[in-house]
Every structure is written in C-alpha cells, then in structure tokens.
C-alpha cells in the first residue's frame, strides 16, 4: 500500500475529487494554504495499492492544468508580474473559465494604528490576490483585532472603498455576516453556526460587493460542537467567501480550526502613538495621555474606558477604592464594595480595573499619588494578590457578599 499526497489548486479541486471516486479511488480532503503563492489548496491523501499509483497519479496531473497566477513585486505602488507555472511568461489562463478579481488596495487597514509588518504582508496579499479564504486575528481585548478583521473585510468586499467599505467599519454592511459567544458560557452555540451556513450557501450577492465575509469573534469559544459546523465550510468554502476569524490566544483555539487558517498577531501601539490616535478621536491631551499609559498601547481599551458610561464609572470606582486602601479606611471601602453584592459582573470588572491601576502604580509609583489617592507600590502590590484571590473566588462560585468583604479587609 502507498499513500499519495497531493496538494491541488481549489480551481482544480472537484474535477480531481469526482475523477477519483470514479475510478474507486477513496479521498481524503483537508483545505489548505501555503506554497509559493500562499493560495488557497485542496491536500488530497490517497491509499492505494502498489500497483495503482500510477494510474491515480496519471488522473491528478490529467485534471491539474498550469495557470499564471500573479506574483506581488517590489515596487511601492504594489504592482505585480504574470508568473507561469513553468518559468515563462504569458497570459493568465484558468480552468474552467476563472478570471481573477481585480487588485486590491489596502486602504481600509491602513486605518489601523502601528502594526506596520501586519499591514505590510496583508496588502500585498490583497493586491496578489492570494489573501488565504480563512485568517486569524490573535490579539489581548482591546489591541484591535475585531477592528483589523473589518478593515481587512472592507478592502476585500469594497476595493475602491466608498459609503459601503465605511458601513463595514461601522458593522453595518449587508455582505457581513457575524458569529460571537452568547448567553453567560459567552460561547458560540451549534445552532447560530449552522444558520450563518446556510445563509452564505443560499443567499446571493450584491451587485456592489466583491465576495461576503463571515466574522466569527473570539474563535476560542467555538465548543466542540460549532467548530465542527464550522469545519464543514471552512474546508470546501463558497467561492469568494472570507472567513475573518479573532482571538485572544492562538492556543485558545481548538487545533481543527486553528490549522485552517492563516494566523496573524495584532500587538498593542507605543503609548505616545496611543495618545495620538485618542487625542485625534477628540479626547482631551491630559485624558488620552493617562489612558495610553494605563492601558499599555490597548486603544480599545483606552476609548472604552472613555465613551462606555459603565466602563467610566468602574475605573472611577477604582481609583477611589484605591484611595481608601491608601488611607486604611476599611470602613468606606467595604461601603463602596457592599454595591457589587449582587453584581457578579460587575465586581469582575472592578477587579480588573483595579489590576490594571495597580500595574500602573508599580510602572510609575507617582501615578498613584496624582490618580489613586496616593497608593504606594507596596500597596498597588498588595491589592494585586487580593484581587488574585477574590478572582478564585468568584470563578469558583464562592460566596459573593463574604468575597466582597474579604477584600474589604485586605486591601485597607
């Protein structure tokens, strides 16, 4: 027996697939990307008898034709060059009658603040027309993966940007289609997947856009289930559908969805390029400048904390806990806190928002005496492994009203 693996342009994929099984020979598909063009593939795995390779060799090279594709170059403007497959130049030829879309520009995602390299590789992508069908996001909450994704998204669906491409930033464009957690387990159920399916299979396209695009958010909360579901349609996907996968971690995702797509980092900005861009969002140059430092380079992050009335309240909150645990004053602090007694949620964001004002008092202790009410290190460090402590608690459903008072006592 001899196994035969063959790496199958997905132009040329189900001409292969339907020779094969005609000639009783069983596949094994998997959707790949990779090789010099970084294009989409079919990986198809054959076992067969010794004395039948090459018989099923001779059916793959009959339905496999040479192609040019286009090869990205060097030159600022992006312009590329027909390679054919065999090292000579010539038209574009495609089975079955494929022309390519036309090139992109990434202007869209040059929206998006640092990232250079990132945006870099994903433009010439875009203007090659090798943009993998599935990519994935990886970056902390409030980095701007899900806002990379529809950047991405929009120079995809809408190459000449225009009232379209905008309605895309703003989640509000009819060609998106979008998948996240629900409920309180936040995860993506079977059911939402399974939809999102059918509508990309039976619904057509707009005369305006491109392709359409499917956004799963936080991919690490597809169970095992709705990964599954998903699996289905990400290996044979529709033409010019784009699958714009985020996450917090790579690892996070399970390993039959992760190895399907081309995976990205979206790493925080500088503090000084963080402060710009809120400053440029109209907040004030003494607001954007504490926020850039306490939130590392997140603007996410930072403009929530801004814009968001409860996330504003929280870290309000915060800062005058931090004062009380400053001063000792056990008393107002476990009057400030008795508020979250019933209020799982909310004391988790408190929690974290304490965390990040005392990460930031040990960076900078004179950030504690201007905006904690003067905490010092030692107690920026303390609170720390209260709040290590009560968030235990909380995850492992322990009392929330004895939790809120225990920190109380800890951190005054």
Not at 159 to 186: F, I, M, R
Not at 211 to 218: C, K, N, Q, S
Request: glycine share 10%.
């Amino acid at each position: 027996m001899k196994l035969i693996t063959a790496i199958v342009n997905k132009e040329d994929s189900k001409n292969v697939c339907n020779e094969l099984l005609k000639s009783k020979f069983y596949v094994t598909r998997l959707a790949t990307t990779g090789g010099f063009l970084m294009a989409g593939n079919m990986t198809r795995l054959i076992c067969t008898d010794d004395e039948r390779v090459d018989d099923c060799i001779g059916i793959i090279s009959k339905c496999c034709k040479q192609r040019t594709e286009i090869v990205p170059g060097t030159a600022t403007l992006g312009l590329g060059i027909e390679h054919d497959a065999d090292g000579g130049h010539g038209r574009r030829r495609y089975r079955h009658g494929h022309e390519r879309r036309a090139l992109r520009e990434a202007v869209m995602l040059e929206r998006l603040a640092g990232n250079d390299a990132l945006k870099a590789e994903l433009g010439t992508a875009l203007r090659g027309g090798r943009l993998p069908h599935a990519v994935l996001l990886v970056g902390e909450p409030g980095c701007g993966a899900g806002f990379a994704a529809r950047c991405l998204a929009a120079d995809y669906l809408y190459p000449a940007g225009g009232p379209h491409a905008e309605a895309v930033l703003k989640k509000e464009d009819t060609e998106c289609l979008v998948l996240q957690g629900e409920g309180a387990s936040g995860q993506i159920p079977v059911k939402k997947v399974r939809e999102a399916r059918e509508a990309i299979q039976r619904s057509a396209l707009s005369t305006d856009a491109a392709g359409r695009v499917l956004f799963i958010y936080g991919a690490q909360n597809l169970n095992g289930s709705s990964a599954n579901a998903m699996l289905k349609i990400i290996e044979e996907p529709p033409e010019g559908v784009l699958f714009l996968l985020t996450a917090t971690s790579a690892a996070t995702v399970l390993p039959t969805i992760r190895s399907r797509c081309a995976a990205y980092t979206i790493a925080p900005v500088p503090a000084a390029d963080c402060a710009a861009r809120l400053k440029a969002g109209r907040l004030p140059a003494k607001a954007a400048e504490e926020l850039a430092f306490l939130y590392e380079g997140h603007i996410g992050t930072a403009l929530k904390s801004w814009n968001d009335p409860t996330a504003k309240a929280a870290l309000g909150m915060a800062k005058t806990l931090c004062g009380y645990a400053a001063q000792g004053d056990t008393y107002r602090a476990l009057a400030l806190l008795t508020k979250y007694e019933r209020d799982k949620d909310g004391f988790a964001a408190l929690l974290w928002t304490l965390d990040q004002l005392c990460s930031a008092v040990l960076r900078r202790p004179a950030y504690g005496q201007e905006q904690c009410g003067g905490l010092t290190p030692a107690g920026a460090a303390k609170i720390l492994n209260a709040d290590a402590r009560a968030r235990k608690s909380l995850t492992g459903n322990g009392n929330l009203r004895l939790n809120v008072a225990v920190l109380a006592g800890e951190i005054a």
